[in-house]
């Protein structure tokens, strides 16, 4: 219900944005399910796609882009992901941010994300800058409309090529 009405709000074809640090997304990270069956208990999260909430949907369909950056950013992305998994109990799903992106007013209390908050805070924070925005007005949509990243895959998740179980 929470997803249908993201996507009913935006029209977009997807309301979920997550990073990755390798094509075959075994290193998937974001903001979201904590457990697969409660949309409202969420914080940061590694991703699975063989399980968790990928499980429940295997339909879900996805589109995967490419940015290129130093390796650097890499390192500066790696750190600030380790930072995110130290605190990650104390870190939670930031629902007012989503209701806040409607309003266009940021809403960012500390340790609060959702999913493209996160991701386009960590670009950010590893000096890639996307947009002429804050993080806490950054959609998934944002990323599908940018010029600075590259489409190489659109299609059910799980019949994405690089894939390896």
């Known amino acids: 219900m929470f997803t249908k009405t993201i996507k009913q709000y935006t029209k977009a074809p997807y309301n979920h944005s997550s990073i990755s640090f ?19 208990y969420g914080g940061f999260i590694k991703e699975d ?11 879900t369909t996805c589109a995967v882009y490419e940015l ?5 950013q890499i390192e500066k992305m790696r750190r600030i992901i380790l930072l995110f998994e130290k605190n990650k109990d104390r870190m939670i799903y930031n629902l007012f941010g989503v209701i806040g992106v409607a309003f266009k007013e940021p809403l960012e209390p500390w340790g609060s994300y959702f999913c493209s908050q996160f991701v386009s805070e960590l670009l950010e924070r590893s000096g890639i800058r996307l947009w002429d ?8 949509d944002d990323f599908r409309r940018s010029d600075k990243i590259a489409l190489i895959y659109e299609g059910p998740l799980l019949a994405y090529p690089c894939l390896k179980q």
């Open 22 to 40: 390798d094509k075959e997304l075994k290193e998937l990270y974001s903001f979201g399910r904590k457990n697969p069956r409660n949309p409202l």
């Open 133 to 140: 925005k804050i993080p806490a007005l950054v959609t998934p």
């Open 49 to 59: 796609i063989f399980n968790g909430t990928y499980k429940l949907y295997p339909q």
């Open 68 to 72: 290129i950056v130093t390796e650097r």
